[in-house]
């Protein structure tokens, strides 16, 4: 690593400490020509896939795009942060351990669906009246009776 203060290469490191969380690792280094200390942190790369839209172009997979679908679908039910927190961390996980580049977008919303559906129905039908597009009150009728009729079996 090179130091900030006279650009040398070579230091040592004289302090290593996690985070509290775990993922970040903060040390302590010294430079073996000007002596300066100063301070690098060490966390994992985490390579996420880009998103194949409908309309096939193409962005970086966004965490905080889930979460907004998610507070919309959720709002005014019984459905807490730490749940739709929950539910975007496995889908971000899941994406990376496929470590697919690329995945379709479908993919992501059946997988919002998937898990919506098993933490609250009516959160479930909103998010799938948005991502389905429901054209009439036929579709969103079907999408309900889709549900009853899989609660009774």
């Known amino acids: 690593m090179r130091c ?6 070579e230091d040592k490191v ?9 993922d970040v690792i903060r040390r302590r280094r010294e430079c073996l020509k000007c002596e300066g200390r100063f301070t690098s942190y060490e966390r994992i790369e985490n390579i996420l896939p880009h998103v194949i839209k409908k309309d096939n172009s193409r962005e970086l997979f966004d965490r905080l795009k889930i979460l907004q679908g ?4 959720c ?9 739709r927190e929950a539910l975007a961390a496995g889908i971000e996980q899941s994406l ?4 697919e580049k690329e995945i379709p977008s479908s993919v992501i919303g059946e997988q919002v669906m998937d898990r919506l559906k098993e933490i609250d129905e009516v959160a479930y039908v909103r998010f799938a009246s948005v991502y389905r597009q429901f054209k ?14 899989n609660k009774k079996t």
């Open 14 to 22: 004289i302090d290593s400490r996690q985070s509290r969380d775990g």
């Open 96 to 99: 990376q351990a496929a470590g």
């Open 136 to 149: 009439d009150i036929k579709e969103f009728m079907e999408e309900i009776k889709d549900i009853v009729y």
């Open 4 to 9: 900030p203060f006279c650009s040398h290469i």
């Open 70 to 73: 998610l507070e919309r679908a």
């Open 75 to 83: 709002e005014k039910r019984p459905v807490s942060v730490e749940s």
